[in-house]
């Protein structure tokens, strides 16, 4: 039998918790694409040619806009360059993480506990959902108790 206490984190806006064995910054920064799909589109078209679509557009209606007025024209060349440097414009933004508690976990055998197979497990046992195999190892947790620190 081995025991290994956890560190479980809740990354504000997800519902999947962060265990890690060790802490964690309560702040992190982290690169997200600045204009996805049809945000990425309208984006493109205004750049290019200064017409501004509205932003509740449906996708459909941004997809006609470019067959109607851009596709199979000197246009395209244009809108499809301006949609590779849309598309690749990434901001930062921060992740908050809030510490929850520690997780006391219970293996039948010695494992290496920072294996991200491991982690997949405790993570998975911890929402609901027991794994019996992942990636080749399988599962020997025995029990999750979490403490809070006033118990």
Do not use: H
């Not at 360059?81 to 219970?106: A, G, H, M, W």
């Not at 010695?110 to 080749?136: F, N, S």
């Amino acid at each position: 039998m081995m025991k290994v206490n956890y560190k479980v984190f809740k990354k504000v806006g997800d519902r999947t918790p962060v265990i890690t064995l060790s802490d964690i910054p309560k702040y992190q920064l982290r690169g997200k694409k600045k204009f996805v799909g049809k945000r990425a589109k309208i984006e493109a078209i205004f750049r290019a040619f200064g017409t501004r679509l509205p932003d509740d557009s449906k996708t459909e209606q941004v997809n006609q806009y470019v067959a109607e007025n851009i596709f199979k024209t000197p246009k395209w060349a244009i809108y499809v360059s301006k949609c590779k440097e849309v598309r690749n414009e990434v901001e930062t933004v921060p992740d908050i993480f809030e510490f929850q508690y520690i997780l006391e976990v219970l293996f039948d055998k010695d494992v290496d506990a920072a294996d991200e197979r491991i982690i997949y497990m405790v993570t998975a046992e911890l929402m609901g959902k027991e794994v019996q195999e992942y990636k080749g190892l399988k599962n020997s947790i025995v029990s999750l108790k979490k403490n809070y620190g006033y118990e």
